[in-house]
């Protein structure tokens, strides 16, 4: 990845919070937050990969499906930019969540707290 892949702006795939939480059971949610943050409230299923750890390396260890969407999710999306980016490059069909998880608790969508990542 080059420097401009890790900026956290420009444009990249999104899904609206409202499509995500109809598909929940069709894609797999990857959580960019710290683990603190994803403790706290995430997307039930969502595995956490903090942005500051998304190595090649690391995104192998998740076991992903390439066969299944991806959602990258942070707080406001723009955390999830870069890592959206690099799981395009490494051949994934990604998307980010439209306005983060600030969207998703907007929407009153369901979340689970006090467990911890994977990441």
């Known amino acids: 990845m080059n420097l401009f892949d890790w900026l956290p702006f420009g444009r990249v ?13 069709d894609v797999q949610i990857v959580d960019v937050r710290t683990p603190g943050e994803f403790q ?39 955390r999830s930019i870069p890592a959206t980016r690099r799981l395009k490059q490494l051949g994934y069909d990604v998307k980010q969540l439209h306005g983060g998880m600030q969207a998703w608790w907007k929407g009153n969508y369901p979340v689970v707290s006090g467990q911890r990542g994977n990441g």
Do not use: M, W, Y
């Not at 039930?44 to 903090?50: F, S, V």
């Open 13 to 25: 795939p999104e899904i609206p919070s409202e499509a995500l939480n109809e598909q929940l059971k």
């Open 40 to 78: 706290q409230s995430h997307i039930q299923g969502a595995i956490n990969l903090p942005i500051t750890h998304f190595s090649k390396k690391a995104i192998s260890r998740l076991s992903l499906d390439q066969s299944i969407p991806v959602v990258t999710v942070c707080l406001s999306a723009h």
